[in-house]
């Protein structure tokens, strides 16, 4: 019998071993330092320019829908077109309808592979791996795998009963932290997929069933298919993409589509804490999981807020939502962007455009028709992140836990101190871009102006892709050669300044880990 024992116990801590070796040779030794190790700004900042540099060589290498002057453009503006799309902000250097259908779905999965949720999502699995692979095997549920696990990890005192029973209850805390995350992560993963297929199947059905919209896709050689896919991805993701040139400035007056199209743009976004929390509420409620509790509670996920937050959250979204509708019937009830349409229909057109103005970028106006007031105004929501609330709130968890993170990272205050504000950055990028079409400025002042060139770059760090766009008859000099395209004002900047925009795209995208830069900075 004790020999017996002898060779269980050298099997089970032979195989508690080989567990041990196969976590650790799972992934490689370079792909686990850089997912687990390394900065999370370094590693979206890599894994959005992989995926933008393959996404400009599959466009690249693709033909266009049909020949057109604008075909082949530079590589500059290919690669500007897959970061564009890569960091959900839809500003353009090239018209839309210019791509076939396959590089329309490249350009879908760009803008899915960039979305918001989706990344949350890879976050959570590459938690979850990490979690997976420092965590005994059923630790909690075989005794001795965990005492051979004590053993090899040369924990003396796991042979004292109180520390056992103590290590025992931490092994359980990490199994119920490892299971909180796998159901996070499925949750997550469902709400992204039912979103978007909901979506799909409503968008399909009415363009299939409104004669007006189908017509539209018919003039244009748009794939009905392709177009209800491309617009839910692009809606929820809050990229701003349109596979139309003009935008869905064509479909102002299908109110059916505007009201299909609107809460793609609020769950996708800046509604995504309360939904998921709304979500997590019910299922919680009716399966009655200990894990779904934990999750509410405990769980360390950016988005998932208190209850009181995510209240102030919807209120806040509510009041940006409703102050800009009264200011934008105001002023532009009578407007030429609004011309022809029923009082019903201003005012669902009207809905939807202020609704995008935070981050969704789609618009059913020329923005360059409209009051500049009120392009100051979107100016300022472009320029505000997601999780913007107005009424004060205190998460005590939030203010130790930065505490914490300043007494243990006292080594990196003076590169911290370094940093200056996101205003500061973009007065540097707006500078940058004043210096390099200057002679642009100079020659064509009413469509280089200053207010034109901030809301270009104000819409590209907010990712949102509002643009005044460029009108020959805006022209002091009338240039017989000059023809108006439907793309962005960027499309007519210098290499130079498209550049930049480039580089205010990757920073706005990643703008979560630089919000608390130019505190060093004192005015008074």
Same mark, same amino acid.
Not at 130 to 135: A, H, L, M, R
Not at 177 to 193: E, R
Not at 419 to 433: A, D, P, Q
Not at 475 to 499: A, N, P
């Given at each position: 019998?004790?020999?017996?024992?002898?060779?269980?116990?050298?099997?089970?801590?032979?195989?508690?071993?080989?567990?041990?070796?196969?976590?650790?040779?799972?992934?490689?030794?370079?792909?686990?330092?850089?997912?687990?190790?390394?900065?999370?700004?370094?590693?979206?900042?890599?894994?959005?320019?992989?995926?933008?540099?393959?996404?400009?060589?599959?466009?690249?290498?693709?033909?266009?829908?049909?020949?057109?002057?604008?075909?082949?453009?530079?590589?500059?503006?290919?690669?500007?077109?897959?970061?564009?799309?890569?960091?959900?902000?839809?500003?353009?250097?090239?018209?839309?309808?210019?791509?076939?259908?396959?590089?329309?779905?490249?350009?879908?999965?760009?803008?899915?592979?960039?979305?918001?949720?989706?990344?949350?999502?890879?976050?959570?699995?590459?938690?979850?791996?990490?979690?997976?692979?420092?965590?005994?095997?059923?630790?909690?549920?075989?005794?001795?795998?965990?005492?051979?696990?004590?053993?090899?990890?040369?924990?003396?005192?796991?042979?004292?009963?109180?520390?056992?029973?103590?290590?025992?209850?931490?092994?359980?805390?990490?199994? +119920?932290?490892?299971?909180?995350?796998?159901?996070?992560?499925?949750?997550?993963?469902? *709400?992204?997929?039912?979103?978007?297929?909901?979506?799909?199947?409503?968008?399909?059905?009415?363009?299939?069933?409104?004669?007006?919209?189908?017509?539209?896709?018919?003039?244009?050689?748009?794939?009905?298919?392709?177009?209800?896919?491309?617009?839910?991805?692009?809606?929820?993701?809050?990229?701003?993409?349109?596979?139309?040139?003009?935008?869905?400035?064509?479909?102002?007056?299908?109110?059916?589509?505007?009201?299909?199209?609107?809460?793609?743009?609020?769950?996708?976004?800046?509604?995504?804490?309360?939904?998921?929390?709304?979500?997590?509420?019910?299922?919680?409620?009716?399966?009655?999981?200990?894990?779904?509790?934990?999750?509410?509670?405990?769980?360390? *996920?950016?988005?998932?807020?208190?209850?009181?937050?995510?209240?102030?959250?919807?209120?806040?979204?509510?009041?940006?939502?409703?102050?800009?509708?009264?200011?934008?019937?105001?002023?532009?009830?009578?407007?030429?962007?609004?011309?022809?349409?029923?009082?019903?229909?201003?005012?669902?057109?009207?809905?939807?455009?202020?609704?995008?103005?935070?981050?969704?970028?789609?618009?059913?106006?020329?923005?360059?028709?409209?009051?500049?007031?009120?392009?100051?105004?979107?100016?300022?929501?472009?320029?505000?992140?997601?999780?913007?609330?107005?009424?004060?709130?205190?998460?005590?968890?939030?203010?130790?836990?930065?505490?914490?993170?300043?007494?243990?990272?006292?080594?990196?205050?003076?590169?911290?101190?370094?940093?200056?504000?996101?205003?500061? *950055?973009?007065?540097?990028?707006?500078?940058?871009?004043?210096?390099?079409?200057?002679?642009?400025?100079?020659?064509?002042?009413?469509?280089?102006?200053?207010?034109?060139?901030?809301?270009?770059?104000?819409?590209?760090?907010?990712?949102?892709?509002?643009?005044?766009?460029?009108?020959?008859?805006?022209?002091?000099?009338?240039?017989?050669?000059?023809?108006?395209?439907?793309?962005?004002?960027?499309?007519?900047?210098?290499?130079?300044?498209?550049?930049?925009?480039?580089?205010?795209?990757?920073?706005?995208?990643?703008?979560?880990?630089?919000?608390?830069?130019?505190?060093?900075?004192? +005015?008074?």
């Amino acid at each position: 019998m004790v020999i017996g024992n002898k060779v269980s116990n050298f099997s089970s801590y032979s195989r508690t071993k080989f567990y041990f070796l196969i976590q650790k040779l799972r992934l490689g030794v370079a792909v686990r330092y850089m997912v687990f190790q390394l900065n999370p700004f370094w590693v979206q900042l890599v894994y959005f320019m992989a995926i933008s540099l393959i996404g400009y060589f599959v466009l690249k290498l693709s033909n266009p829908r049909s020949s057109s002057p604008s075909w082949p453009p530079s590589d500059l503006d290919v690669f500007f077109t897959s970061v564009s799309a890569t960091t959900v902000s839809s500003m353009s250097t090239v018209e839309m309808e210019v791509f076939s259908n396959f590089q329309l779905v490249i350009i879908t999965v760009l803008m899915f592979l960039g979305g918001e949720v989706f990344v949350s999502v890879l976050q959570i699995l590459f938690k979850l791996a990490y979690t997976s692979g420092n965590f005994p095997p059923a630790a909690e549920k075989n005794t001795d795998q965990y005492d051979n696990y004590c053993v090899e990890v040369d924990l003396v005192s796991c042979s004292h009963p109180i520390q056992n029973q103590f290590d025992h209850q931490a092994a359980e805390n990490d199994g +119920l932290k490892y299971n909180s995350t796998k159901f996070l992560a499925y949750i997550v993963l469902g *709400y992204l997929l039912a979103v978007h297929i909901l979506g799909f199947n409503s968008v399909f059905m009415y363009m299939s069933l409104v004669p007006s919209a189908r017509r539209v896709l018919k003039t244009k050689n748009i794939s009905l298919l392709t177009f209800s896919v491309f617009v839910i991805v692009s809606t929820f993701a809050n990229c701003g993409f349109v596979p139309t040139n003009d935008n869905m400035i064509v479909f102002r007056s299908n109110s059916g589509l505007l009201w299909l199209l609107m809460p793609q743009v609020l769950l996708g976004n800046t509604l995504y804490p309360v939904s998921l929390r709304v979500v997590i509420w019910v299922l919680e409620k009716m399966m009655k999981r200990v894990e779904l509790s934990y999750i509410l509670r405990e769980m360390d *996920y950016e988005y998932l807020l208190s209850g009181w937050r995510c209240c102030l959250l919807g209120l806040t979204i509510g009041g940006f939502v409703l102050v800009q509708l009264m200011v934008f019937l105001a002023m532009e009830w009578n407007s030429l962007g609004l011309e022809g349409l029923s009082p019903y229909q201003k005012v669902v057109a009207s809905l939807f455009q202020v609704m995008n103005s935070r981050h969704a970028g789609e618009s059913i106006v020329d923005l360059s028709t409209i009051a500049p007031a009120i392009l100051v105004i979107f100016i300022v929501m472009m320029y505000l992140p997601p999780s913007t609330t107005y009424l004060p709130t205190c998460d005590y968890k939030k203010k130790k836990k930065e505490a914490t993170n300043s007494q243990n990272g006292k080594g990196r205050s003076i590169l911290k101190s370094l940093m200056l504000s996101e205003l500061s *950055y973009l007065t540097i990028f707006i500078i940058l871009v004043c210096i390099t079409e200057r002679e642009s400025m100079k020659e064509d002042p009413i469509n280089f102006s200053v207010l034109n060139i901030t809301l270009e770059i104000i819409s590209a760090y907010g990712n949102v892709g509002f643009s005044t766009g460029y009108s020959c008859g805006r022209q002091l000099k009338h240039d017989e050669t000059c023809k108006d395209r439907w793309y962005g004002l960027v499309g007519r900047w210098s290499d130079g300044g498209k550049f930049v925009l480039i580089l205010v795209m990757f920073f706005g995208r990643l703008k979560k880990f630089h919000f608390n830069g130019g505190q060093a900075w004192k +005015l008074s």
